[in-house]
């Protein structure tokens, strides 16, 4: 137990899938009326699952940025992939402070609609006037 602690290694791919199916039950059942906490728990997992990220790397989502890479890909019909948006100083940049995109694939080869997720998340969050 613990003995792996990157997220991105500690499922399987059939555990997330398994997840993901849970968090689509949920999506079919309420679309945007979904829990704010349950799509936000569904994001994290992506994001930290398929972005490499460790999780309070994820909570440093630049979600203005975030919009805008959205609407930019929808505008011109790219849904291939999504640049993730974080803020905050990193030791890889000698813990300069800067903005770094983590592209994540749009749909995984495993067949994760990230993009898809991607824009429930963003309109989801928008509903309760969280836009930047």
Known sequence: ?????SQ????TI??????IKSYEKDW?????NIALNT???????????????RGFEVMW????ALRYDLNYCEEV?????????????FKAHNGLLGCYMIPIAGLTNS????????????????????CD
């Open 14 to 19: 059939e555990v997330l899938h398994a997840l």
């Open 77 to 89: 019909s790219d849904f291939t992939a999504v640049s993730w948006p974080v803020v905050g100083r």
């Open 61 to 64: 989502t630049d979600l203005a």
């Open 111 to 130: 067949g994760i609609e990230f993009f898809k997720w991607t824009q429930r998340f963003v309109g989801r969050l928008a509903m309760d006037g969280h």
């Open 39 to 53: 799509i936000c728990s569904c994001m994290f997992l992506l994001v930290s699952c398929l972005g490499g990220m």
């Open 1 to 5: 137990m613990g003995d792996i602690v």
């Open 28 to 32: 079919e059942r309420s679309g945007y």
């Open 8 to 11: 991105d290694r500690a499922y």
